[in-house]
């Protein structure tokens, strides 16, 4: 019968064999999730100037080059609050030590605004089908509830904010002032914040866009067979385009958002490890949600192919 040494050396040694497997994987994964933002950024840059060029009185076209804006914004902040601390290299720590606290909280607050855009686009396409002839009036309500949006997502995510405030230290490795996220619950207190970071987030942040969004494909669905039924396609063709961009674009929305919802909701009920690749794969999928736009637009839409090919053409 072994002794207990030999048996503590051996549990060491395994121990140490899964924490390095599962640090190799969260690299991966990390060094995936790099790849893919470098091109979703560029992408989403490509994207913004073409639908710039296209927008005019498009309110759906307009949005979406926000929602480009918007992606390239979250894309940088997601990358440094989220990947960064596993792609193990020096540098990558220090980048991410300096900018971590309020790049989180910064990431957290735009992808809540991301998340209702994405919604307002979905819900604007529903009305552009159903009222075709009225969609230009809709600018000025486009507008207002952009506005609307932007004010619900500040004020949604101030308890987060005043949890995490970062506070200073003096780094000695880095010789610098640096800041760390002290969770100190904020004006709601401890009871309160963890209903905030759970139920409260998993329905405003989860189920409310997941229904609506959900709703709206199945309305774009219902709508698209029924112009199809009418012979309208030849004659509605670049609204179709628009139709199957903004259902590819909502259908990536809705598969995030339930990874999401499953890690919030199960948040309390796994094990340490298991959280951390829920976490992992939930922040894989949000990269992957804002770099895939450009795709989108290139595969299912003729007009943005053209302007596309057009920026690049000689002219002369």
């Given at each position: 019968?072994?002794?207990?040494?030999?048996?503590?050396?051996?549990?060491?040694?395994?121990?140490?064999?899964?924490?390095?497997?599962?640090?190799?994987?969260?690299?991966?994964?990390?060094?995936?999730?790099?790849?893919?933002?470098?091109?979703?950024?560029?992408?989403?840059?490509?994207?913004a100037?073409?639908?710039?060029r296209m927008?005019?009185?498009?309110s759906?076209?307009?949005?979406?080059?926000?929602?480009?804006?918007?992606?390239?914004?979250l894309?940088?902040?997601?990358?440094v609050?989220?990947?960064?601390?596993?792609?193990?290299?020096?540098?990558?720590?220090?980048?991410?030590?300096?900018?971590?606290?309020?790049?989180y909280?910064?990431a957290?607050t735009?992808y809540?605004?991301?998340?209702y855009?994405?919604?307002?686009?979905?819900i604007?396409?529903?009305?552009?089908?159903?009222?075709?002839?009225?969609?230009?009036?809709?600018l000025?309500?486009?507008?207002?509830?952009?506005?609307?949006?932007a004010?619900?997502?500040?004020?949604?995510n101030?308890?987060?904010?005043?949890a995490?405030?970062p506070?200073?230290?003096?780094n000695?490795?880095?010789?610098?002032?640096l800041?760390?996220s002290?969770p100190?619950?904020?004006?709601?207190?401890?009871y309160?914040?963890?209903?905030?970071?759970?139920?409260?987030?998993?329905?405003?942040?989860?189920?409310?866009?997941l229904?609506?969004?959900l709703?709206?494909?199945?309305?774009?669905?219902?709508?698209?067979?029924?112009?199809?039924?009418?012979?309208?396609?030849?004659?509605?063709?670049?609204?179709?385009?628009?139709?199957?961009?903004?259902?590819?674009?909502?259908?990536?929305?809705?598969?995030?958002?339930?990874?999401?919802?499953?890690d919030l909701?199960i948040?309390k009920?796994v094990?340490?490890?298991?959280?951390?690749?829920?976490?992992k794969?939930?922040?894989l999928?949000?990269?992957?949600?804002s770099?895939?736009?450009?795709?989108?637009?290139y595969?299912?839409?003729?007009?943005?192919?053209?302007?596309?090919?057009?920026?690049?053409?000689?002219?002369d």
């Amino acid at each position: 019968m072994p002794n207990s040494s030999s048996t503590e050396i051996r549990n060491t040694t395994i121990n140490e064999f899964n924490s390095n497997s599962h640090q190799l994987a969260h690299e991966i994964i990390a060094w995936v999730a790099t790849v893919i933002a470098i091109c979703g950024m560029f992408g989403n840059i490509l994207g913004a100037v073409v639908l710039h060029r296209m927008q005019k009185t498009n309110s759906g076209v307009r949005l979406l080059k926000y929602l480009s804006l918007v992606d390239i914004i979250l894309l940088v902040l997601s990358f440094v609050a989220f990947e960064l601390p596993s792609l193990n290299r020096y540098v990558a720590r220090t980048i991410h030590a300096i900018f971590d606290p309020f790049a989180y909280l910064f990431a957290m607050t735009l992808y809540t605004f991301e998340i209702y855009l994405t919604v307002l686009i979905a819900i604007q396409r529903c009305i552009a089908i159903a009222l075709p002839f009225k969609s230009g009036s809709f600018l000025r309500v486009i507008n207002k509830a952009l506005r609307a949006i932007a004010v619900f997502t500040v004020a949604f995510n101030v308890p987060l904010w005043l949890a995490f405030w970062p506070r200073p230290y003096w780094n000695p490795d880095l010789n610098m002032q640096l800041f760390y996220s002290d969770p100190r619950r904020g004006f709601l207190g401890e009871y309160g914040f963890n209903v905030y970071i759970g139920p409260v987030l998993l329905v405003f942040r989860c189920v409310i866009p997941l229904i609506l969004l959900l709703m709206s494909n199945i309305i774009l669905v219902i709508s698209r067979r029924r112009m199809k039924s009418v012979n309208r396609l030849s004659s509605d063709r670049g609204s179709v385009q628009l139709t199957v961009l903004v259902m590819a674009i909502t259908t990536m929305s809705v598969v995030t958002h339930v990874v999401t919802a499953v890690d919030l909701f199960i948040l309390k009920i796994v094990s340490h490890i298991a959280k951390a690749y829920l976490g992992k794969i939930a922040s894989l999928l949000i990269i992957i949600n804002s770099s895939t736009n450009f795709i989108f637009y290139y595969a299912f839409g003729n007009n943005f192919r053209r302007n596309f090919k057009s920026c690049f053409r000689s002219h002369d």
